[in-house]
């Protein structure tokens, strides 16, 4: 026990050490940064924006941090690396803890399962927030088009419409083209900045704009008519996924009701007689059969899903 205890303190000492070493290597990676954004100059801001972007692309293949500051940059959840990366250890200690004191799991059983819940349920947090993230800007990206398409008939140039929209806009449309708006100020050009916005919010709604806009502006076409039209678009999109989640309704409903039925009946089976449920979890063979009985729901739980979902 002492020896298993030993091994535990040492695994989480680990941990906690490559947590610490990332929250100091994010905080010299962006110290640096602010140093080389005080030294630049306006006319050395395109050589900038080319280095930045090296430098991007060299932490997207290899940084840890870095990959994880790109996912945060996707939502908008207020919080940073090193506050993330705390937070999961935290979380991790005081599973492990409850688990090994109040539930008297074995400490090497309960280690694993201590480490891989918080990670987890980070990146479950970290996917919903995306999902709502791009579905807040993309329910807002007809308007938004609208007022740009407005800005640009009143003869103003590309960077004062843009500014337009971030003035008049809220949420993820003005935090995103608040970024573009800052990146055509810092020298670059219209069609890299919505690319890179395609990156942030890879949906077919921003694919539609950002090709549209980058033909344009290389074409020389009306700018104008093309982000009325693509707003007009964009909104009779909108109306038809709305249809076809209404008409899915049915079967997500009865997707749900039957996800929670086995739950429920375990749940009164407990209520009433508890005993009954015993050799499900005291027996081996009971443990084995729970298992494959959850991994069942789980994997019908994905398929109806999977058939209730309708891609427009």
């Known amino acids: 026990m002492t020896l298993t205890l030993i091994l535990t303190a040492a695994a989480f000492a680990v941990f906690g050490g490559l947590v610490l070493g990332l929250i100091v290597r994010s905080d010299r990676q962006r110290r640096r940064h602010l140093a080389r954004l005080r030294r630049v100059r306006p006319d050395t801001a395109k050589p900038m924006v080319k280095t930045q972007r090296a430098i991007s ?18 939502t908008s959840l207020r919080t940073s690396v090193s506050e993330l990366l705390v937070q999961v250890f935290i979380a991790a200690v005081g599973i492990y803890g409850l688990a090994v004191i109040l539930a008297r799991v074995h400490p090497l059983t309960a280690l694993p399962f201590a480490i891989l819940v ?20 993309t329910a807002d990206l007809p ?14 140039p590309v960077s004062d419409s843009l500014s337009i929209v971030v ?11 608040s970024r573009c708006h800052d990146e055509i100020c810092m020298g670059t050009t219209l069609p890299d900045s919505l690319a890179r916005l395609e990156l942030r919010i890879p949906t077919a709604e921003v694919s539609f704009f950002s090709v549209a806009t980058s033909l344009q502006a290389e074409t020389g076409g ?5 982000m009325e039209g693509l ?10 996924r709305k249809k076809a989640r209404a008409l899915s309704s049915e ?13 429920a009946v375990t749940l009164a089976i407990a209520v009433l007689n508890g005993a009954y449920l015993e050799p499900l979890y005291a027996d081996p063979r009971g443990q084995m059969i729970s298992l494959i009985a ?10 109806m899903a999977r058939m209730g979902k309708l891609d427009v």
């Open 57 to 74: 692309e060299k932490h997207r293949k290899f940084g840890i941090v870095a990959r994880i500051e790109q996912e945060l940059a996707k």
């Open 118 to 137: 918080p990670v987890g349920t980070a990146f479950l947090v970290l996917r919903m927030a995306k999902n709502r993230y791009r579905a807040a800007f």
């Open 143 to 156: 308007e938004a088009l609208d007022v740009f398409a407005r800005g640009l008939r009143a003869g103003r």
């Open 167 to 177: 003035a008049n806009a809220k949420g993820p449309i003005q935090s995103e083209f």
């Open 222 to 226: 009306n700018l104008i008519e093309t």
């Open 231 to 240: 707003a007009d678009q964009l909104r009779d999109r909108r109306k038809l």
């Open 251 to 263: 079967a997500r409903a009865s997707a749900v009701i039957l996800a929670l039925l086995p739950f």
């Open 294 to 303: 959850l991994s069942s729901i789980g994997l019908g739980v994905f398929i």
